[in-house]
């Protein structure tokens, strides 16, 4: 098999593999853009073929940038349109693919791997671990009085009405920059996050808000008139649904939730994409006003570069750790010394006892905060070898806040 990158001649075929192996027929377009392969990048697709010079199997990565806790912007490939032909599933197709593209991605110093998963079954062996999860939230409105904020001055903001104010309803059509400008914002300050390039908001390429379908925006502006937050939604048979809600603080998320929950004739608002503890929940008035479903993994991490993942990301509580890690995909062991003084990490090899023995994906899953070690110590994962190495790591491993991703790609 013969595994290599698309040229600007065949990223149609790449296209349509994808497709075959999904068993979807490609979109027909829409007008003003919103196909998702529009977005790939073709030096970063790869073809699988067959030795007669089939296409049967494909794999893409996006230049993203992630946003690790502390606020550092650090590059991640983004893998994406992974697909294997039915009918050569099962042959080592993709793991094929997925050995060629660790093996470039580092040769190309690139240390983080990201990706969301159509089935969380797949990746766990290619090194990958889940590490940001998602659910949504719905909230009939009647229940839905927010009643929190005012005694913590999250809102000097008043009760009722004059929130509105500083809200603009746009059509999706007239928002201009306004979204991507505030999105920008936004996952720069948020763990998990992935930035969403220029080129993804220009062709319109991805989900609503992205894409061209049609939705209203709320769109949120300071007291100056910056937009600072948007909620784009849409609304049908009483219900309002939200496909994300962007905003630069907490107080800006409550002024738009309190928004959309007040919509007139409507019963019900789905938000979409609420991470595990949003504060939202512990503003209603009735603590069971939500109900939460499709509760998921989102993000997906794989480490490529142990030290400069560790020292690349920030720190809140100063120790030391022993990490002994196993990456059975890329046939590789290692032992480190993480230390942590002064909100900055130091990770080398060390021949010490270990404190802790995990796989890669493991550490992946660990890496942003959104997952306590203890959990995967509690569920076998995670092997602790002595008595508050858990504990410890936990506290090091927290993130200043808690990751979210929302980018589908
Ligand atoms: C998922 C997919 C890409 C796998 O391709 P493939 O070439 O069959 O995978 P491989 O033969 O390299 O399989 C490697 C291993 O993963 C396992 N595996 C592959 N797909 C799996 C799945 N969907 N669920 C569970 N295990 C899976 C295989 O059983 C094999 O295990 P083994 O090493 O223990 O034998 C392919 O089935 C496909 O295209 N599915 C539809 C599209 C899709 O879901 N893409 C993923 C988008 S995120």
Redesign the pocket.
């Known amino acids: 098999m013969e595994i290599r990158p698309t040229t600007d001649k065949d990223l149609d075929v790449f296209v349509d593999t994808v497709h075959a192996?999904?068993g979807r027929f490609p979109e027909t377009p829409i007008e003003g853009g919103g196909l998702w392969w529009s977005a790939l990048e073709p030096d970063r697709c790869l073809l699988a073929l067959t030795a007669d010079g089939r296409p049967v199997?494909t794999a893409a990565t996006h230049s993203f940038e992630l946003t690790l806790p502390g606020e550092t912007l650090v590059p991640a490939a983004g893998l994406t349109a992974?697909?294997?032909l039915p009918s050569?599933?099962?042959?080592?197709?993709?793991?094929?693919m997925m050995r060629h593209q660790l093996t470039e991605l580092r040769a190309c110093g690139e240390f983080l791997s990201v990706?969301?998963?159509?089935?969380a079954?797949?990746y766990g062996?290619f090194g990958y671990g889940p590490a940001t999860y998602t659910a949504r939230l719905t909230v009939p409105c009647h229940e839905a009085a927010l009643a929190v904020p005012r005694a913590r001055g999250v809102a000097d903001a008043p009760a009722t009405g004059s929130d509105n104010d500083s809200v603009e309803v746009l059509r999706r059509a007239e928002c201009g920059e306004i979204l991507e400008e505030v999105y920008d914002r936004y996952r720069r300050a948020q763990p998990g996050a992935l930035s969403r390039p220029h080129r993804w908001w220009a062709l319109r390429a991805g989900q609503p808000p992205i894409s061209p379908a049609p939705r209203y925006v709320a769109v949120h502006r300071d007291a100056v008139g910056v937009p600072d937050g948007y909620a784009s939604y849409s609304v049908e048979s009483g219900t309002l649904t939200v496909d994300e809600t962007i905003a630069t603080d907490d107080a800006v998320f409550t002024a738009l939730a309190r928004f959309v929950l007040g919509h007139d004739l409507v019963s019900q608002v789905v938000f979409q994409h609420v991470p595990p503890e949003h504060p939202l929940r512990w503003q209603f008035a009735d603590f069971r006003a939500g109900e939460v479903s499709g509760d998921m993994d989102w993000l997906w991490v794989r480490l490529l570069d142990v030290p400069r993942a560790l020292t690349a990301r920030g720190w809140f509580t100063d120790g030391e750790l022993v990490l002994d890690i196993d990456d059975p995909f890329l046939g590789e062991h290692d032992r480190y010394l993480l230390t942590v003084r002064d909100s900055k990490a130091d990770c080398v090899p060390t021949d010490r006892e270990p404190d802790l023995s995990l796989d890669i994906g493991d550490l992946g899953s660990i890496y942003l905060g959104g997952t306590a070690p203890s959990t995967l110590v509690r569920a076998g994962h995670i092997r602790a070898h002595r008595p508050g190495a858990a504990t410890l790591a936990d506290a090091l491993f927290r993130a200043d806040r808690s990751p979210h991703c929302l980018h589908w790609f």
């Open positions: 192996a999904f199997g992974v697909g294997v050569h599933r099962r042959q080592g197709v993709l793991s094929a990706l969301l998963a159509s089935e079954t797949i062996r």
